[in-house]
């Protein structure tokens, strides 16, 4: 213990003049901005150093949970598709006209913190398995909040079985405006014109693979459309949970293992204690960049839990259940890739968000444990 703390100390000396240095070289604080939705974007990309050195790879994250209002990679969808109904004249700012949604809780955060600082109400409906702490945090910000029954477990994920799209969609009756974040596309444009371009910039236009789960699709079809022109060599990665049938549509062309649906009428769907990603439908979002997917990984839970305790082990990095299917799914394309490759991934949202469920389902992550990643891998 002791000879481990002195090398660390000897380590910290050492770099002592390398870490001030970088701290000189910054541009600076950021500039002065109006109000919170200023906030929002611009996010820091910094290394896991972990997962860099056990694969040779450096491996990047791009810190969304650092977003200002909602402090989620969702602030950027819900500014853009309220500038874009603003734009449009289905939103006054204060004029007190109601946003509805439906949504497993990040985009419904970041829409209600958007309603309060321009002067609209939010109704929310959401599936009643998410983290209660998210609606709760809701009801803070003062959102009308319906927790609807979750979708039956069904072959087709869509409108029809998805209560809380539906119930907000109804709800609205073109009085408000229903901000649709699965079929509107300001939503991969917020991605395409932001996380892409920070990105780019942030990696000085270097780096080999980018990989992201897909809720609404928005993130993986922004940041693939706005990369793949200026890299082509780019390898673009879904980072797909158990029970999501994205990883044969990537994969294979199907929604469906044809194998797995023979003899059986419908194919009973596996759940995840994921949230915010993984679906069964091809959205209007994940449509706009599907044909620039390369591959497609698979997490199970299991293995979404182990990697998050990891990274807490490791690192102090406490994340969300997506994150930590993107950072399993890093790990997987740095050992595919080989050492040597720069390999981007999203930090959706934090561990907070999370504590009732995903992590309540972790546990704590003891004092003295020495995990292997091997061990994380064959979870
Ligand atoms: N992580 C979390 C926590 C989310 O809420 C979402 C969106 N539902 C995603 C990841 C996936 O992002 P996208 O919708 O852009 O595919």
């Known amino acids: 213990g002791k000879d481990l703390l002195d090398s660390r100390r000897r380590q910290k000396d050492s770099t002592k003049g390398a870490i001030s240095g970088q701290l000189i070289a910054r541009s600076g604080p950021p500039a002065i901005v109006d109000g919170i939705e200023g906030c929002i974007g611009n996010t820091p990309l910094f290394r896991i150093k972990s997962l860099s050195d056990e694969t040779g790879c450096e491996i990047l994250a791009k810190a969304e949970f650092l977003n200002g209002a909602g402090q989620s990679s969702k602030d950027r969808v819900a500014l853009s598709m309220i500038e ?3 734009e449009q004249g289905i939103l006054t700012p204060y004029s007190g006209d109601t946003i509805y949604e439906g949504t497993s809780g990040s985009t419904g955060i970041s829409l209600a913190t958007l309603a309060r600082a321009k002067g609209y109400l939010a109704h929310i409906c959401m599936p009643s398995d998410q983290a ?10 003062g959102a009308i909040v319906d927790r609807v029954p979750p979708a039956p477990i069904v072959e087709k994920d869509n409108f029809v079985n998805r209560g809380d799209i539906q119930l907000s969609n109804r709800m609205n009756r073109g009085r408000g405006f229903f901000a649709d974040q699965f079929e509107n596309e300001a939503n991969w444009r917020a991605h395409y014109g932001g996380s892409g371009p920070e990105i780019y910039a942030q990696c000085n236009g270097r780096l080999d693979a980018f990989i992201a789960g897909a809720g609404t699709g928005g993130t993986i079809s922004g940041v693939a459309r706005y990369l ?3 890299l082509p060599n780019l390898t673009v990665v879904l980072a797909d949970p158990q029970g999501s049938g994205l990883y044969n549509r990537v994969r294979f062309g199907v929604m469906f ?3 797995e649906r023979e003899g059986t009428r419908r194919r009973r769907q596996v759940d995840t204690i994921v949230e915010g990603i993984g679906i069964n439908r091809v959205t209007a979002n994940f449509e706009a960049g599907k044909e620039l997917v390369d591959d497609a990984v698979r997490v199970t839970d ?3 839990l182990a990697m998050a305790r990891w990274l807490v082990e490791k690192d102090g990095i406490f994340i969300g259940s997506s994150s930590a299917v993107n950072c ?7 050992q595919k890739l080989g050492p040597g490759h720069r390999i ?3 930090l959706s ?3 907070s968000r999370h504590l009732s469920r995903f992590w309540a389902k972790a546990g704590d992550v003891g004092g003295a444990v020495d995990t292997k990643l091997s061990d994380v891998l064959s979870a």
Do not use: C, R
Request: proline letters at 3%; zero cysteines.
């Open 328 to 334: 399993f799914a890093a790990v997987k394309i740095a």
């Open 302 to 304: 299991a293995q979404a």
């Open 257 to 259: 293992d044809l194998k």
């Open 84 to 86: 874009l109904a603003e």
């Open 228 to 230: 793949k022109p200026l």
């Open 349 to 351: 949202d934090s561990g």
């Open 344 to 346: 981007v991934t999203v």
């Open 132 to 141: 209660i702490e998210k609606s709760n945090l809701l009801l803070k910000l």
